[in-house]
């Protein structure tokens, strides 16, 4: 399993603004996750960040909105620039089991755009 | 078409009464299937997974799951609910839409007393 922390817990943010969310993991992890959570949602994935290389988007999710740094295996972050209401979400990070697929999440960042 | 379907969105049931959260994917290729629970103002915790071997799978809190290939199906159940299980339960799916993990809408259960 893995330990995974988010920073900020939750935000409330101006329209026009950016937010950088963290995300740390307590091992080392090829791949990391970012999930939207909208109000009385699902998740949706944003993008997949490997360490090392771009981070590859998911449809209907862009680099200039949500830019996605992973600087190591330990830690990545994501941007939500120029934000407006929409983007009112709760943004998660997840790290992926090579052996058993399985998917352990961080306890998400809740972001309010006003 | 949606790759992950939750037939329910939400589901009230009585303290100690059997239920079951339904889901369906839409796949021809081998998939990894999960449950996962949000309680209120939570993360994701996984709750069960089917990989491979028996269609039976049991995980935590009592709760279990059955693969059923043919009609594509990875149903939840629990024989006896407490208030505790009020929270929201996703359906997940890796390789239905790509290698990727893809989630179901979300069936919301509320347990009363």
Redo the contacts between chains.
């Keep these: 399993s893995a330990v995974i922390s988010q920073k900020p817990s939750r935000d409330i943010c101006q329209r026009g603004t950016s937010l950088t969310i963290q995300c740390q993991v307590d091992s080392q992890v090829t791949m990391m996750?970012w999930y939207r959570q909208q109000p009385g949602?699902?998740?949706?994935?944003i993008a997949?960040a490997n360490q090392g290389s771009e981070a590859t988007y998911e449809s209907g999710f862009v680099i200039d909105k949500f830019p996605i740094s992973r600087p190591n295996l330990t830690f990545s972050t994501l941007t939500v620039s120029n934000m407006s209401p929409e983007d009112s979400s709760i943004y998660?990070c997840s790290v992926?089991s090579l052996e058993?697929?399985?998917?352990?999440?961080?306890?998400?960042t809740r972001l309010t755009v006003t | 078409a949606q790759s992950v379907t939750q037939l329910d969105s939400q589901v009230p049931v009585f303290e100690e009464a059997p239920v079951e959260l339904r889901c369906n994917y839409s796949s021809s290729v081998s998939v990894y299937l999960f449950w996962y629970v949000q309680y209120p103002n939570q993360g994701l915790q996984l709750l069960l997974k089917y990989l491979s071997g028996s269609t039976l799978v049991k995980g935590i809190n009592g709760f279990e799951a059955e693969f059923n290939k043919s009609q594509t199906s990875f149903h939840l159940r629990k024989p006896s609910v407490h208030i505790s299980d009020t929270a929201e339960y996703f359906c997940a799916v890796w390789g239905a839409a790509g290698n990727k993990l893809t989630f179901g809408g979300g069936t919301r259960v509320l347990v009363k007393p």
């Excluded at chain 1, 949602?41 to 994935?45: F, P, V």
């Excluded at chain 1, 998917?103 to 998400?108: A, D, H, N, R, T």
């Design positions: 996750f949602q699902s998740l949706t994935l997949t998660l992926e058993t697929y399985e998917q352990y999440f961080g306890p998400g």
